[in-house]
């Protein structure tokens, strides 16, 4: 007779970000700021500007302080965090889920958190056809 132990963590929910429908790959602007939170809304604090954001597709909040993770669940920054991001700014005002209407960022990428490069996602290549 065999018996298999498993052990168990906290379980982790991840909170999907408000999303935009051009993916990362968007002609950008760099912004430099901090991420900040109220209630359900994460934005970026940004000279004196706060900026919605609207993010790719696959990103997420988890975690107790909120972190950003991709698709991949490589978290990338943490509410608080200075960041770099890529992005196209918005003309009109936009209020994601749970966030007052504001000018705002259609997001690329995070370049950086706290100084530190973010690694682009890791993508497999197709196999190719082998006939």
Known sequence: MSATVVACGPVQFVVPLPAHTFGPHIDSNAFEGVLRSEQSCLY????????????????????NPPEVIR???????????????????????????????????????????NGVTVAPARRQRPRPNRR
């Open 71 to 113: 698709d991949d669940g490589t978290a990338i920054a943490t509410v608080g965090d200075a960041v770099v991001i890529g992005g196209l700014p918005t003309d009109a005002q936009i209020a994601p889920p749970g966030c007052p209407p504001r000018r705002g960022i259609l997001l690329g990428v995070v370049s950086s958190a």
């Open 44 to 63: 970026l604090a940004a000279n004196g500007l706060d900026l919605n954001i609207l993010w790719p597709a696959g990103y997420g909040l988890r975690g």
